[in-house]
């Protein structure tokens, strides 16, 4: 069956950056959208970002300009890059597969996302 493994998550300081991994397995890695979610204590979770299967990336406006994501084909693994981290970023993030060969307009369309892991805890102090 599908599998979703995310993992890197940990506690930092404001300023400071991590980068998450997730690992996919039982999937056609290479013909997949996969997205990156979180959802911060108390509230739903919301896409930070995602990432076609020709490399194209999309962003929410809390992510862009810090948050990187980007995809090894070879090792099936998905990045998440987080720079310049916020108290406001501390959540549990998930990663989550989407369409086949979803368009870039879709990337951030949460309705195509279907599969997901069981997410890592990212905790930013002051």
């Known amino acids: 069956q599908v599998q979703l493994v995310e993992s890197g998550g940990g506690s930092v300081q404001a300023g400071g950056s991590l980068t998450l991994s997730c690992a996919a397995s039982?999937?056609?890695?290479?013909?997949?959208?996969f997205g990156w979610f979180r959802q911060p204590p108390g509230d739903s979770r919301m896409q930070v970002a995602g990432?076609?299967?020709?490399?194209?990336?999309r962003y929410a406006d809390s992510a862009s300009g810090r948050f990187t994501i980007s995809r090894d084909n070879e090792k099936h693994t998905v990045y998440l890059k987080m720079n310049n981290l916020k108290t406001e970023d501390t959540a549990t993030y998930y990663c989550?597969?989407?369409?086949?060969?979803?368009?870039?307009?879709?990337?951030?369309?949460?309705?195509?996302?279907?599969?997901w892991g069981q997410g890592t805890q990212v905790t930013v102090s002051l």
């Open positions: 989550a597969a989407g369409e086949e060969f979803c368009l870039p307009q879709r990337l951030m369309d949460t309705t195509q996302y279907n599969t």
């Open positions: 039982g999937i056609a890695f290479n013909r997949h959208c």
């Open positions: 990432i076609s299967v020709g490399q194209v990336q």
